[in-house]
């Protein structure tokens, strides 16, 4: 059980403290809920810049780096397609450094020419490296937009081209920052070595001036129904022919979701996994495969991904994909595998149960999503899955029409 208080400052940021008297630090977390679904459609990657810039100093601290460095501390952040999520980890004694810091991040960030200048050249650069240069690396590219046609999950984090980065200038960033970083659209997460009270009082020290800003979030598109399978062929300088297949699942909050996570372990988690072993090991067409879900807050994607071996072709190895997923549609889950399936969760949960980060990401995301408490109930979801509710999944993912593939090609130089 994962204790916590909860209080909601007069401008609507929500403040979450958890208590763990075993570590000598304390974490912050600060969530935002600013993805990259909130980019405008001209201007993708909006949502990754911007958190680039978080970084560039404010108006009052000057470089972020150097009293978080004094402070003995640690931070990081990360955008996906629903929010993004700013972290710092301090000796326990300098709680209050982090506070200020995140406050005049969320407050009085310093957004000038020169700092937009060099963090959007580096995320172009970073756009080249990852997409562009790196055998694969523009798969999501292809896939998400074959897989959505509507929603703004179509591009993703890193943005749809180099040209919509371009085209980003400083008053669509400020634009973006006063819309999506404001006090009622944030989390914050406090956990660690401290008092919770003490905590509280930091934080409205340090927060309850910053003035709400009184946006709405903006309606996304509904994604019809997909009604047919999609597939998209790419030639290009890769070592080995792959294959990307997708399928819709329910979104994050979903009663069905444990069932379908459980479900991606069944077919893609380790050495013994379904995929692994039928697939790589037995008929040895596949170097490597995985399955998983991307977890989004909406419009689920279930991912099969793998490397065909050398003279293997794409088609045989599609048609071998297939040939086990209609057997796990076919063919119920023995009770060992639903065991062995469900203990791995609740190791994995029990771990990160013992990680102060971890505990404050996740009480971050399940308030943002819908209930922080969710870090308590939702393993019980879990355990309450049974074989029926995993094959019956199966059998209403896994369809030709609910389908979108992705292949890549050798191209001979």
Not at 114 to 133: A, H, Y
Not at 156 to 173: E, S
Not at 198 to 223: H, R, T
Request: proline share 5%.
């Amino acid at each position: 059980m994962i204790e916590f208080v909860k209080h909601t400052l007069s401008n609507g940021l929500r403040v979450l403290v958890h208590r763990d008297s075993l570590t000598p630090l304390v974490v912050t977390n600060l969530i935002y809920n600013a993805g990259s679904k909130y980019d405008p459609p001209e201007m993708t990657g909006m949502a990754h810049l911007v958190e680039h810039l978080m970084f560039g100093g404010s108006i009052n601290a000057g470089n972020f780096d150097y009293p978080q460095q004094m402070a003995g501390g640690e931070n990081n952040a990360f955008t996906n397609a629903d929010i993004t999520n700013y972290y710092q980890i301090m000796p326990k004694e300098n709680l209050e450094v982090a506070l200020w810091l995140e406050s005049e991040r969320l407050g009085f960030l310093d957004i000038n020419r020169r700092t937009f200048d060099i963090q959007k050249e580096v995320v172009l650069e970073e756009f080249n490296e990852t997409c562009l240069n790196e055998p694969y690396g523009d798969v999501w590219h292809y896939l998400h937009n074959l897989c959505y046609k509507k929603h703004s999950y179509r591009w993703p984090t890193i943005g749809m081209t180099p040209d919509h980065i371009r085209k980003i200038d400083i008053d669509a960033v400020e634009k973006f920052y006063r819309r999506y970083y404001q006090t009622e659209n944030a989390i914050l997460v406090i956990a660690g070595n401290a008092q919770p009270g003490k905590c509280l009082e930091l934080a409205e020290k340090w927060f309850a001036d910053i003035p709400a800003g009184g946006s709405a979030l903006p309606e996304l598109p509904k994604e019809p129904k997909q009604t047919s399978g999609r597939k998209k062929d790419i030639y290009a300088l890769v070592p080995h022919a792959a294959i990307y297949m997708a399928f819709k699942i329910p979104g994050r909050l979903d009663p069905r979701f444990p069932a379908v996570d459980l479900l991606s372990d069944l077919l893609g988690l380790g050495r013994s996994s379904r995929l692994n072993e039928h697939l790589v090991e037995e008929r040895e067409l596949f170097s490597c495969i995985d399955a998983y879900v991307n977890g989004t807050n909406e419009y689920g994607l279930f991912i099969i991904e793998g490397k065909l071996n050398e003279g293997v072709s794409a088609q045989t190895g599609e048609e071998a994909i297939w040939e086990s997923l209609e057997q796990v549609k076919n063919t119920p889950i023995t009770p060992s595998e639903l065991d062995k399936l469900i203990n791995s969760y609740i190791t994995t949960n029990a771990f990160a149960g013992t990680n102060c980060l971890h505990k404050a990401m996740n009480l971050a995301f399940y308030e943002n999503l819908l209930d922080a408490n969710l870090i308590n109930t939702e393993p019980l979801a879990y355990k309450a899955v049974n074989g029926n509710d995993i094959t019956r999944n199966a059998q209403l993912i896994f369809q030709e029409e609910n389908s979108s593939v992705v292949r890549y090609f050798p191209e001979k130089i």
